[in-house]
C-alpha cells in the first residue's frame, strides 16, 4: 500500500437542483487495497461512482484517477485511462445482442492488436477464471442466471487486465450461495492479480470478508474511512444502526480483525 | 528501476545450449501495438523444447502476455524454462482452460431449397399465430360484451387518443399535399383534351377510394403499429406481461383488445379526415390550375362519386386497423427479452403491416371491381 493514490476525490459537491447530494466531500484509495463504499439509500454512492467511471460530471471539486484529473484532462488520455480499469455493473450490462463470447471478446477487439484465435485463447482463460464452463460461450445473457451474468461481467471487466476495477452491488440480487462465491471468487482473483478494487454495496457479509478500507457515506460526505474495527468504534447513527443492529452483529461476529474485541 | 519494453533475446551459453531472454513488460498495455512483432520474434526464437527459457526478467506480466508466449510454445510448457513465482499462475490458468477447436457445422446441402422451406416454415407459423391470436381476440369481446364490468374503457379512449387524434396533424398535411400533386398533375393532362370537368371525378374516385385509406393507413402503420409493438416489446424485456398474468389479468384482454378496438374505430375515422383534408386540396390546386371554383367542385363530387365509394373508403379503413393491430401485437408478443430481437421485431411489424395493408386493398379492389361507378 505504498505510492501515489489510484483514486482521489477533493472537494467534490454534487447538486440535482436544490438536492445537495455530496458536500465537499473527500475520499481515496491506494494501489491493491479493496475500498467498500456503503451508505443508505440515496446516500450517493452511485452517483460517486458513476463520477469516478466519468460517466457524471461533479458540481465542484476533483477526481483524480491514477493521478490524471478526470473532468479536466484531454480526450486521448481518459481513453487511455478507460482501458486501464474495468466496470462491473449492478445488473452486469451485458449485451444482450451479443453470446457470452462476444461479450468478454469485445474489448480485446476493439484494440484491434490481436488477432481471432489469440483472443478466442484469452476468452477462454478468461471464462475459466470466473469460474464459467466452456459450454457456455455461446450463451445468449438472456438464457442465463443471475450468478452466471455476475461472472460473464465480471470476466468482461478483467478482460483487459485493469489495474483498478469498480463494482457496484456486485452481490446485489444473488441468492447467499452465490453471493458467498462470487465474493470469494473477487478475493482470489484481487490476490492473484493484485489489483486494486472500489466497491459499492449494501451487503454486510461482502463487505466484512473483502474490504480493506470501508468508506461510510452520509450526511452528504464520507464521516469514515477505515478498517473495520475503526469504523464501527465511530459513533453516527447510520453506523450504529448498520453495523450494530442485529443482522450487524451475526455479520461482525464472522469477522477476523472484530474476534479479539 | 524504470519498466522497459518488451524484449526478446537469443544468447548461446556456454556448452552451446540457446537461451531465450526475455526481458521488460509484457502485460497488455505494451504488447497491444507490438503484437505481431513480439509474436515473429518469439517464433524466430526457434522450436520451444530445444532452447532454455529465461522469464525471470519479465518485469510485467498478465494473461495476455502469457497466451501470447504460451502460443508460440505450442501449448505445452519447454522442459528447461526459468520464471519468477509469481509469474507461475499465468501459465496455469492457459494450462487449465486448453481451448477445444471447435468443428465447423457441416454445409447444407441444398441452401436454397432450405431456406425456401424454411421461409414456407415461418410465414405459415406467423399466420397461424395471427388467426390465434385474432381468435383469442374474439373470445376476449365476447366475454367483454357479457361482462360489461371488464369493459376496457380507459384503455380504448387512451388508445383512441394517441392512435387518432395525435395523427389528426400529419395524416392532414399529408394529404393535403397529396390532393394538390394529383389535382396538378391531372389537370396538365386534362387541359390537353379539354375534359377540365373530369378533375372531380378523378379526384374524387381516386382519394376516396384508394388514396386515402391507404395513404392514412400506411401512416398508421408506421406510427401506431410501431409503438405498439415497441411497447408490448418492452413490457416483455421488463417482465410487465408475466406480472399482469400472474395477477390473473388477461394480456389480449387489457391491452390488445382496447387498442384493436380503438385502431378499428379510429382509423376509418381519420381515414375520412384524410380524404376530406385530400379533396381540399385537390380543389386548392384544381381552382389554380384550371379556375374552377370550390363551389363548382364540391357541388359536382356527389354525382360524380357515388355514395357506396365512402362506405368502400371507410370499410377499408377497419380492415386495415385491425390487420394494423393483429400485426403489431403479434410482433411485440413474439420479441424476446434482449435488444436485437427489440429492434427486429419492431422493424418487421412496420414492414409486414404496411405490406399486409396494401395486399388488402389489392384484395378489395378486385372483389369490388365493379362497384361504385356512376
Not at chain 2, 492457459?94 to 436454397?112: I, K, M, Y
Not at chain 2, 383488445?257 to 385537390?282: C, D, E, F, H, Y
Not at chain 2, 384550371?290 to 371507410?314: D, H, I, K, R, T
Request: charged share 20%.
Amino acid at each position: 500500500m505504498s505510492g501515489a493514490p489510484v483514486v482521489e476525490v477533493k472537494g467534490l459537491w454534487t447538486v440535482y437542483g436544490d438536492l445537495v447530494v455530496h458536500r465537499d466531500l473527500d475520499f481515496s484509495v491506494m494501489p491493491g487495497e479493496v475500498v467498500s463504499l456503503v451508505g443508505g439509500s440515496g446516500s450517493g454512492k452511485t452517483t460517486l461512482l458513476r463520477q469516478m467511471l466519468g460517466l457524471e460530471r461533479p458540481h465542484r471539486g476533483s477526481i483524480r484517477v491514477f493521478g490524471v484529473p478526470l473532468h479536466t484532462c484531454d480526450a486521448g488520455l481518459f481513453k487511455k485511462i478507460r482501458k486501464r480499469w474495468g466496470v462491473l455493473f449492478q445488473h452486469g450490462a451485458l449485451y444482450s445482442a451479443l453470446s457470452v463470447f462476444d461479450n468478454i471478446a469485445l474489448p480485446l477487439r476493439e484494440l484491434h492488436a490481436f488477432d481471432a484465435d489469440f483472443i478466442r485463447d484469452i476468452v477462454i482463460v478468461k471464462l475459466d477464471a470466473v469460474g464459467m464452463d466452456k459450454r457456455h460461450a455461446s450463451t445468449m445473457p438472456a438464457d442465463l442466471s443471475g450468478g452466471m451474468i455476475k461472472r460473464v461481467a465480471l470476466a468482461r471487466a478483467l478482460v483487459l487486465e485493469p489495474e483498478l476495477v469498480f463494482l457496484d452491488e456486485p452481490t446485489a440480487g444473488l441468492d447467499p450461495d452465490s453471493s458467498e462465491a462470487f465474493v470469494k471468487l473477487v478475493r482470489d482473483l484481487h490476490i492473484k492479480l493484485n489489483f486494486t478494487v472500489v466497491m459499492a454495496t449494501h451487503d454486510l457479509d461482502t463487505l466484512v470478508s473483502v474490504s480493506d478500507r470501508i468508506a461510510v457515506l452520509a450526511d452528504q460526505k464520507v464521516v469514515v474511512c477505515g478498517r473495520l474495527d475503526e469504523v464501527v468504534r465511530y459513533d453516527h447513527p447510520f453506523i450504529r444502526d448498520f453495523f450494530l443492529g442485529e443482522r450487524g452483529r451475526r455479520a461482525l461476529s464472522a469477522a477476523p480483525a472484530l474476534q479479539t474485541n | 528501476m524504470p519498466v522497459r519494453d518488451p524484449d526478446v533475446q537469443v544468447t548461446v551459453a556456454g556448452d552451446g545450449a540457446r537461451v531465450v531472454h526475455l526481458s521488460g513488460a509484457w502485460d497488455i498495455r505494451a504488447l497491444e501495438s507490438r503484437a505481431a512483432a513480439l509474436q515473429s520474434a518469439l517464433r524466430d526464437a526457434g522450436p520451444a523444447q530445444v532452447s532454455l527459457w529465461d522469464l525471470t526478467q519479465i518485469q510485467r506480466f498478465d494473461h495476455i502476455g502469457a497466451m501470447l508466449v504460451w502460443r508460440t510454445w505450442g501449448r505445452c510448457r519447454p522442459s528447461r524454462l526459468q520464471l519468477n513465482r509469481e509469474h507461475e499462475i499465468f501459465f496455469g490458468a492457459c494450462e487449465s482452460a486448453e481451448a477445444v477447436a471447435s468443428a465447423p457445422a457441416a454445409p447444407d446441402r441444398f441452401p436454397l431449397l432450405l431456406a425456401l422451406g424454411r421461409g414456407v416454415w415461418a410465414v405459415s407459423r406467423h399466420v397461424l399465430e395471427i388467426l390465434e391470436l385474432f381468435g383469442q381476440l374474439l373470445i376476449d369481446a365476447a366475454t367483454v360484451v357479457r361482462q360489461p364490468v371488464l369493459r376496457p374503457w380507459r384503455e380504448f379512449s387512451a388508445a383512441i387518443y394517441k392512435i387518432g387524434a395525435q395523427a389528426l396533424g400529419i395524416t392532414a398535411l399529408v394529404g393535403f399535399l397529396i390532393g394538390v400533386v394529383l389535382s396538378y398533375l391531372s389537370a396538365e393532362q386534362l387541359r390537353l383534351v379539354g375534359a377540365d370537368v373530369f378533375i372531380v371525378n378523378i379526384l374524387g374516385v381516386g382519394i376516396v377510394r384508394e388514396l386515402g385509406p391507404v395513404v392514412c393507413s400506411i401512416l398508421v402503420a408506421g406510427r401506431s403499429g410501431s409503438a405498439i409493438t415497441a411497447q408490448l416489446g418492452v413490457m416483455r424485456v421488463t417482465e410487465e406481461l408475466d406480472a399482469l398474468s400472474v395477477m390473473g389479468i388477461s394480456n389480449t384482454l387489457r391491452l390488445i383488445l382496447p387498442k384493436m378496438a380503438a385502431i378499428a374505430v379510429a382509423l376509418p375515422l381519420l381515414v375520412l379526415w384524410t380524404s376530406g383534408v385530400a379533396l381540399v386540396g385537390g380543389a386548392v390546386s384544381a381552382k389554380a390550375e384550371l379556375g374552377m371554383s370550390f363551389f363548382q367542385f364540391f357541388s359536382a363530387l356527389p354525382a360524380a362519386v357515388p355514395e357506396v365509394n365512402l362506405w368502400l373508403g371507410v370499410g377499408k379503413g377497419v380492415v386495415f386497423g385491425v390487420l394494423i393491430a393483429l400485426i403489431a401485437c403479434h410482433f411485440g408478443l413474439r420479441i424476446q427479452p434482449n435488444t436485437e430481437s427489440l429492434a427486429a421485431g419492431t422493424t418487421r411489424s412496420v414492414v409486414t403491416s404496411i405490406t399486409a395493408v396494401i395486399v388488402a386493398d389489392a384484395i378489395i379492389a378486385v372483389i369490388f371491381s365493379d362497384v361504385g361507378w356512376s
